[in-house]
């Protein structure tokens, strides 16, 4: 059974930087690809960025391209590194995993999701 579990999520002001981890258990972390969503309160989960492991197959939200970057930390992290960080970048965020990147803006596709860690942006 694979398993996805994030870390990282805490309190930090606005400007700040942080990094958020997701550690596949259970599973070969290789035979996926892994994405980062995020959700506001009262908003719809939403695309962060995914990662095909090479830098041709990394894609960004528009929110957050330039400032957060998608990387393979080891055989079973991921990691999502946030600078700059703003008030509308509070949400709990979501390590997900699916089979190819074909649709990877999509939740359904989504094979194994993790639990979610909390980032709150303060001012």
């Known amino acids: 059974q694979v398993q996805l579990v994030e870390s990282g999520g805490t309190q930090v002001q606005a400007g700040g930087s942080l990094t958020l981890s997701c550690t596949v258990s259970?599973?070969?972390?290789?035979?996926?690809?892994m994405a980062w969503f995020r959700q506001a309160p009262g908003k719809e989960r939403e695309f962060v960025a995914a990662?095909?492991?090479?830098?041709?197959?990394t894609y960004y939200a528009d929110s957050a391209r330039g400032r957060f970057i998608i990387s393979r930390a080891n055989a079973n992290t991921v990691l999502l590194l946030m600078n700059s960080l703003n008030l509308e970048d509070t949400a709990v965020y979501y390590c997900?995993?699916?089979?190819?990147?074909?649709?990877?803006?999509?939740?359904?596709?989504?094979?194994?999701w993790g639990q979610g860690t909390q980032v709150t942006v303060s001012s």
């Open positions: 990662f095909g492991w090479t830098e041709e197959n």
């Open positions: 259970g599973g070969t972390l290789s035979d996926y690809r």
């Open positions: 997900a995993a699916r089979p190819s990147l074909v649709g990877y803006r999509n939740i359904p596709g989504y094979e194994h």
